[in-house]
């Protein structure tokens, strides 16, 4: 349950002044178009709710990391033109956030008014927490409303400081992320299955811990599950592999394995996987059966599979799981009550060779296709949750699929720190219910 006050806690917004910390961290390319503006339609709600009862709305985020004041490729400036556009109406932008400028704009403001100040980060005392930056801010509004979910795990003058000149509360988007990936953790219905990936065992050794004691199912994908095979001692020829980690990978193997001998618990790895000698769209790719027991054997049968069959070559990068490893998954995924989406299964952005599918997705589309599919004879697919750059970036690129999935997280590592149970200094800092 969220403990905190949100939005609908406040008392007679109409004609007050709102300062809202919204997540507007997008990617700009070097045209200042944004490429991808989800951030920004996840904080609209909150906006819209504030606009309708009356409310003067002054925005506040930042975006990258800037080299210094005026630093125009980390302007917030084509973020006021998105938000126009996708709210119809008139967005203001000052070119910064503190002093007369932002004053004298709010000073003019009617109710329903919309306006937009320039990255936080243009004053490096943002991230210092600095208390003096916070009053500034504070100064410009009655009521703090904290929607930036994906910045909250970070003490700095816009999540923490500021709370303590501003009655403070949660945004629709923060409350809905918090509810949901904890219910996740820490009240799932049953079975909780996980498919978990990314380049680093570093990024999430505290997650995959979290996991193997709390879920029912963990699948590992992407370059992260290269590793774990290499600790299993699989072959993974010239693939992307943390070497640092493989005792560390070996360390969360014995862990599962020995669950697994007390209680029903799967920790999976990739059977079978899809390799290339390049990262391309034009290179030949195999399928290879690391498991040497299903397709090389069938293959095969009735002699003995070569070598190949179920080596992967010391000039081959691993790019993707294989069918039968994309089947048990899914097939883990149709039995789930909730399930917890993080990391792609392989390098979904490759994209095909005159307009053929992408090569290096099918592993993702049939993880995905599972997640929102329904079992012939079950009510529902599992609640999802989804979170990870490069998974977020997946599914927005396939039409109609955010829609139904539960949770697509606009959190990186605020997402991964709720989820080993740490303590968010932008949500501790809110008023209490």
């Known amino acids: 349950m969220f403990n905190k006050k949100t939005i609908h806690d406040i008392k007679d917004v109409k004609g007050k002044t709102v300062l809202v910390r919204a997540d507007f961290n997008v990617p700009i390319?070097?045209?200042?178009?944004?490429?991808?503006?989800?951030?920004?339609?996840?904080?609209?709600?909150?906006?819209?709710?504030?606009?309708?009862?009356?409310?003067?709305?002054?925005?506040?985020?930042?975006?990258?990391?800037?080299?210094?004041?005026?630093?125009?490729?980390?302007?917030?400036?084509?973020?006021?033109?998105?938000?126009?556009?996708?709210?119809?109406?008139?967005?203001?932008?000052?070119?910064d956030?503190?002093?007369?400028?932002?004053?004298?704009?709010?000073?003019?403001?009617?109710?329903?008014?919309?306006?937009?100040?320039?990255?936080?980060?243009?004053?490096?005392?943002?991230?210092?927490?600095?208390?003096e930056f916070a009053q500034q801010l504070a100064q410009l509004a009655d009521v703090f409303v904290q929607d930036g979910f994906g910045v909250v795990h970070r003490a700095h003058a816009s999540t923490k400081a500021i709370t303590e000149f501003l009655p403070s509360y949660a945004g629709f988007l923060l409350e809905k992320e918090v509810s949901f990936i904890t219910k996740a953790l820490e009240d799932p219905d049953r079975p909780l299955a996980v498919v978990i990936g990314g380049a680093k065992i570093s990024d999430k050794i505290e997650l995959l811990t979290t996991l193997v004691k709390k879920a029912d199912f963990v699948a590992v994908?992407?370059?992260?599950?290269?590793?774990?095979?290499?600790?299993?001692?699989?072959?993974v020829g010239a693939s992307l592999v943390e070497?640092?980690?493989?005792?560390t990978a070996r360390s969360i193997?014995?862990?599962?394995?020995?669950?697994?001998?007390?209680?029903?618990?799967?920790?999976?790895?990739?059977?079978?996987?899809?390799v290339a000698k390049k990262i391309d769209s034009k290179s030949h790719t195999r399928v290879v059966d690391i498991s040497h027991h299903t397709w090389a054997d069938i293959n095969a049968y009735p002699t003995q599979p070569k070598k190949e069959a179920y080596t992967v070559a010391s000039d081959e990068l691993i790019l993707d799981i294989g069918p039968?490893?994309?089947?048990?998954?899914?097939?883990?995924?149709?039995?789930?009550?909730?399930?917890?989406?993080?990391?792609?299964?392989?390098?979904?952005?490759?994209?095909?060779?005159?307009?053929?599918?992408?090569?290096?997705s099918h592993g993702t589309k049939t993880i995905s296709t599972a997640l929102v599919s329904s079992v012939a004879g079950a009510k529902n697919h599992p609640f999802t949750i989804v979170g990870g750059g490069d998974t977020v970036g997946y599914v927005e690129s396939v039409d109609g699929l955010r829609e139904r999935l539960d949770l697509v997280s606009t959190g990186g590592g605020a997402s991964l720190d709720l989820m080993v149970g740490k303590k968010l200094p932008g949500i501790e800092a809110l008023q209490n219910k």
């Open 97 to 131: 956030c503190v002093g007369q400028k932002p004053q004298e704009v709010v000073a003019k403001m009617s109710e329903g008014d919309i306006l937009l100040l320039e990255n936080l980060r243009f004053h490096k005392e943002e991230e210092q927490n600095n208390r």
């Open 253 to 274: 193997l014995k862990e599962a394995k020995m669950r697994a001998t007390k209680e029903p618990f799967t920790f999976y790895l990739p059977e079978d996987v899809v």
């Open 324 to 360: 039968i490893s994309a089947g048990y998954i899914a097939g883990a995924l149709s039995q789930a009550r909730t399930a917890i989406w993080n990391g792609t299964a392989g390098v979904t952005e490759v994209e095909g060779w005159h307009s053929a599918s992408r090569p290096f």
């Open 221 to 235: 994908v992407g370059a992260m599950a290269n590793t774990f095979l290499l600790a299993e001692g699989v072959q």
């Open 243 to 247: 070497k640092d980690s493989v005792s």
């Open 29 to 95: 390319n070097e045209l200042g178009v944004i490429t991808d503006d989800f951030r920004i339609r996840q904080a609209l709600p909150t906006i819209e709710h504030l606009r309708a009862k009356g409310a003067k709305i002054v925005l506040i985020s930042h975006l990258g990391r800037p080299s210094g004041p005026g630093d125009s490729s980390a302007s917030l400036l084509p973020v006021s033109k998105k938000l126009q556009h996708l709210l119809h109406l008139p967005v203001q932008f000052v070119d």
